[in-house]
């Protein structure tokens, strides 16, 4: 039912916090007719447009051309004297970034919604105060602050950068230890491995990105190791500290000490909801600081939602994105209560090669199904084959063996994530392995050994 507009408050909603979630959910209440406002302390757009997975793809999209300008002499080219400005290409990332966050605080004006540039907390049942002083009240607030960053608790931490200021430094680090098994680590490790540092990942465990199958886990470590990447296992910081030449100094459990031009700490994000008055306005939180909301994002108050990072969920910009839409619509709009399905997400690692997957790993299958049937495709591309690169492809495909349902799929590979997202609707929608195997191949791609497997 779509909530009354009510002039006992300056606002029909108020949201703290103008990301992804934030700027869908605030938008979308704008159109139903709602008087809205956002409050941002930072820059419109969020971490994946400001500091996340937009800038970090377009480095992606620089680090592929290292392999590409050695691939292309194969096919043919000859390219002399070529060279690499990361200041370059820095300012380029940007400067685009900067274009996004223009056309982010657009979309809000277009829509009428108040942007107020500063801090906001929870002061009163209803009521916000800015950092200001100045106090606005709102029939429906939501939380849409994200997460940041986790850094470890050790001597010399703070010697240490996040994947936010990788987009500023000054030049590229001869070496760098990323600390980190997750998609953040691993991403970065192939970046700054492709634009010629000399990259090592630790990790508490022997274990990279644990939520993904293991054979394409396997594939990638053995990839990345192929390609120069170190890896330290079972290894915990005990403490960094600067040397005299002004290198970083990094001690750690179990291995030896090992110095370095620069530490990047990737080892999880944690929600804000720090200093936003949340436990005065009787917000539950879980045991990491997140706020804990219903399937409708409905907090332990009634009049205050969350989406996005900063909640119990599912830490994915799209899925932000669904749920303010789903938000918005449930709470303004004229139809039925809209609740996002968080089952059966794809998601990608943009590492070299990407990571792509959708459903149940092998694994999880035979734990929750029992009896399954595992089909894959292992082959080395084209392209890798004429360029004499020795890397191969890995495509995995896990059905219920009592009804041939597709209930997975799994791949590392060039362009797997554009792959998968075609993928993942069958996946969703339910089809059978008989279906894809009615499908004709394209050929010649890397695409078809969906359809060809056997």
């Excluded at 939602?305 to 830490?315: C, I, L, P, S």
């Excluded at 139809?335 to 092998?362: K, L, R, W």
């Excluded at 004499?388 to 219920?400: Q, S, V």
Aim: proline share 3%.
């Amino acid at each position: 039912m779509a909530a009354s507009k009510s002039d006992d408050y300056d606002y029909d909603l108020f949201t703290i916090g103008a990301g992804s979630g934030g700027v869908r959910a605030s938008r979308v209440a704008a159109a139903h007719g709602a008087k809205v406002a956002i409050a941002e302390e930072h820059r419109v757009g969020g971490t994946c447009v400001i500091r996340g997975c937009v800038p970090k793809k377009m480095l992606v999209y620089g680090a592929h051309f290292a392999e590409d300008l050695e691939d292309c002499r194969q096919f043919g080219w000859t390219v002399e004297n070529k060279s690499f400005d990361w200041v370059k290409l820095r300012d380029h990332v940007l400067s685009d970034v900067d274009r996004l966050n223009g056309l982010y605080t657009e979309t809000l004006e277009n829509h009428d919604v108040e942007i107020f540039h500063e801090r906001a907390e929870l002061t009163g049942k209803h009521e916000i105060t800015l950092a200001s002083g100045k106090v606005v009240t709102a029939k429906y607030i939501l939380i849409a602050t994200g997460a940041r960053p986790h850094i470890p608790d050790c001597p010399g931490h703070e010697l240490g950068i996040t994947s936010n200021e990788a987009f500023h430094l000054d030049a590229i680090p001869k070496r760098i230890l990323i600390a980190g098994g997750g998609y953040i680590a691993n991403e970065f490790a192939g970046i700054f491995n492709e634009f010629g540092s000399h990259v090592t990942i630790i990790n508490r465990s022997d274990q990279l990105l644990r939520h993904y199958d293991e054979s394409l886990r396997d594939r990638l470590l053995q990839i990345s190791m192929m390609k120069g990447i170190d890896f330290r296992f079972h290894a915990e910081f005990r403490g960094i500290e600067k040397t005299e030449e002004g290198c970083l100094k990094v001690s750690m459990t179990k291995h030896d000490d090992i110095e370095v031009d620069c530490v990047m700490f990737a080892t999880g994000r944690v929600p804000n909801t720090e200093g936003l008055g949340l436990d005065k306005a009787g917000v539950k939180l879980g045991d990491k600081g997140e706020v804990v909301v219903d399937r409708f994002s409905k907090t332990s108050v009634d009049h205050i939602y969350a989406v996005g990072d900063v909640t119990d969920r599912v830490q994915l910009t799209p899925v932000a994105i669904r749920e303010g839409q789903a938000f918005a619509d449930t709470v303004f709009g004229d139809g039925d209560p809209v609740a996002v399905d968080h089952n059966c997400i794809p998601s990608a690692v943009f590492s070299h090669p990407p990571i792509a997957a959708v459903g149940m790993t092998e694994g999880e299958a035979r734990n929750k199904l029992g009896n399954i049937k595992v089909y894959q495709s292992d082959f080395r591309p084209m392209k890798n084959v004429v360029a004499g690169r020795n890397e191969r492809g890995l495509y995995k495909m896990i059905t219920d063996a009592a009804n041939g349902r597709i209930v997975g799929i799994g791949m590392i590979g060039p362009e797997a994530p554009e792959i998968m997202q075609a993928a993942a609707v069958a996946v969703k929608a339910g089809l059978t392995k008989a279906d894809f195997d009615a499908t004709t191949a394209i050929h010649p791609t890397m695409a078809e050994e969906l359809v060809l497997l056997r």
